[in-house]
């Protein structure tokens, strides 16, 4: 497995921009597909996005296709998510996960602590 940590978070107005990061342990990141899920309060985590282990491979939720965009950086075991035009519906904490393996479908084997996400004028 890998620990996972992410950052990035804050309080961004609608409209804004942030980018998430997850820096994860080990030498053999390449090897695991990733995920970003969020939970907001009150409600399941839900899928945000994923990325294949070689990075040739993206999926969004329908919810922020054409808004947000995962990348990865295999040589700096670090995967990203870059969120334009957020909404205040974004709001919540934003999760990494990994899966050993090439295609990002669940199970995921580790998760991060969470970075919080405020969307608030």
């Known amino acids: 497995q890998v620990q996972l940590v992410e950052s990035g978070g804050g309080l961004v107005q609608p409209g804004g921009s942030l980018r998430l990061s997850c820096a994860a342990s080990?030498?053999?990141?390449?090897?695991?597909?990733m995920g970003w899920f969020r939970q907001a309060p009150g409600k399941e985590r839900e899928f945000v996005a994923a990325i294949s282990a070689s990075g040739g491979s993206t999926y969004y939720a329908d919810s922020v296709k054409g808004r947000f965009t995962i990348s990865r950086d295999n040589a700096k075991n670090t995967v990203y998510l870059q969120m334009d035009s957020l909404k205040p519906e974004d709001t919540a904490v934003y999760y990494c996960?990994?899966?050993?393996?090439?295609?990002?479908?669940?199970?995921?084997?580790?998760w991060g602590q969470g970075t919080q996400v405020t969307v608030s004028s």
């Open positions: 996960a990994a899966r050993y393996g090439s295609t990002p479908v669940p199970p995921y084997d580790s």
């Open positions: 080990g030498r053999t990141f390449s090897s695991y597909a």
